[in-house]
């Protein structure tokens, strides 16, 4: 699995959502790997191996999987994980499976539906199903830009794709391909049973502008897991990450000296 590193202390690994890789969490890097041995993840499909072969499986399942994997060999002891969108999905399942490789997880705007007890199976709309298949139609028919386009803004805000940096545009671009794949592997439903199962401490952080779906499974991650704090980077929306970065990046190194 390819990885960037930088700094010395307790492991914190991140993992990236949709569009994005390693280098996605570069303002993380920068301003945490003073205190913490911070490593950041390319999972399987994604730059810089975006070119491996079409036979291996792109699923949510196998991702977590594969953290663990990643962290027996990397030989570094349990880590501090950070999962923003699909990733923060990612984190919380390998969190879930894996409880011996984590000592504490922060899910930010966790991406995937929420199943609300007693209610209909949950499942993403049908307005929203349509826009991805939209999208990844202009991606596979080569109109690259529209497709990113369409999703990203859903995701985040009308207007952010054409004010995002050159940087996050040239990733987002590099991982383009992943998205039809990702349309077929939908994430799985929260349920409050599953959070039964995560036994660290969790911070949960949203964006003050996030969608309202992140919003809400925020909020009920709040009242399901058994050891759960909530922070809101005020101003910032999907990516809040990159938009406040000194804010997103004190939360999680309050959280994690808070329960050291």
């Given at each position: 699995?390819?990885?960037?590193?930088?700094?010395?202390?307790?492991?914190?690994?991140?993992?990236?959502?949709?569009?994005?890789?390693?280098?996605?969490?570069?303002?993380?890097?920068?301003?945490?790997?003073?205190?913490?041995?911070?490593?950041?993840?390319?999972?399987?499909?994604?730059?810089?191996?975006?070119?491996?072969?079409?036979?291996?499986?792109?699923?949510?399942?196998?991702?977590?999987?594969?953290?663990?994997?990643?962290?027996?060999?990397?030989?570094?002891?349990?880590?501090?994980?950070?999962?923003?969108?699909?990733?923060?999905?990612?984190?919380y399942?390998?969190?879930?499976?894996?409880?011996?490789?984590?000592?504490?997880?922060?899910?930010?705007?966790?991406?995937?539906?929420?199943?609300?007890?007693?209610?209909?199976?949950?499942?993403?709309?049908?307005?929203?199903?349509?826009?991805?298949?939209?999208?990844?139609?202009?991606?596979?028919?080569?109109?690259?830009?529209?497709?990113?386009?369409?999703?990203?803004?859903?995701?985040?805000?009308?207007?952010?794709?054409?004010?995002?940096?050159?940087?996050?545009?040239?990733?987002?671009?590099?991982?383009?391909?992943?998205?039809?794949?990702?349309?077929?592997?939908?994430?799985?439903?929260?349920?409050?049973?599953?959070?039964?199962e995560?036994?660290?401490?969790?911070?949960?952080?949203?964006?003050?502008?996030?969608?309202?779906?992140?919003?809400?499974t925020?909020?009920?991650?709040?009242?399901?897991l058994?050891?759960?704090?909530?922070q809101?980077?005020?101003?910032?929306?999907?990516?809040?990450?990159?938009?406040?970065?000194?804010?997103?990046?004190?939360?999680v190194?309050?959280?994690?000296?808070?329960?050291?």
């Amino acid at each position: 699995m390819p990885y960037v590193a930088r700094g010395e202390g307790p492991l914190l690994l991140f993992v990236h959502g949709s569009l994005c890789d390693y280098r996605y969490w570069q303002p993380q890097l920068d301003g945490l790997s003073a205190r913490y041995r911070c490593v950041s993840v390319s999972l399987t499909h994604y730059w810089p191996l975006a070119r491996i072969a079409a036979d291996v499986p792109f699923s949510w399942s196998r991702h977590a999987d594969e953290l663990a994997d990643f962290l027996t060999r990397l030989n570094e002891g349990p880590a501090h994980v950070v999962g923003h969108s699909r990733g923060g999905c990612v984190a919380y399942h390998f969190a879930r499976r894996h409880a011996q490789h984590v000592r504490t997880l922060t899910l930010a705007d966790p991406g995937g539906p929420l199943q609300i007890p007693g209610r209909p199976q949950a499942q993403m709309p049908e307005t929203v199903n349509a826009l991805r298949a939209r999208a990844a139609q202009l991606i596979e028919s080569g109109e690259i830009d529209a497709g990113l386009q369409l999703f990203v803004d859903s995701v985040s805000r009308p207007g952010f794709w054409e004010k995002s940096t050159t940087a996050f545009r040239t990733m987002a671009t590099d991982n383009a391909g992943t998205l039809p794949r990702q349309f077929l592997d939908p994430l799985p439903a929260y349920l409050a049973e599953d959070a039964a199962e995560v036994r660290c401490p969790v911070l949960l952080i949203d964006g003050e502008k996030s969608p309202l779906m992140f919003k809400r499974t925020v909020a009920a991650l709040e009242a399901w897991l058994a050891d759960a704090r909530r922070q809101t980077v005020r101003g910032a929306s999907h990516g809040m990450n990159l938009a406040h970065p000194s804010a997103f990046n004190r939360f999680v190194d309050e959280f994690i000296r808070s329960v050291a």
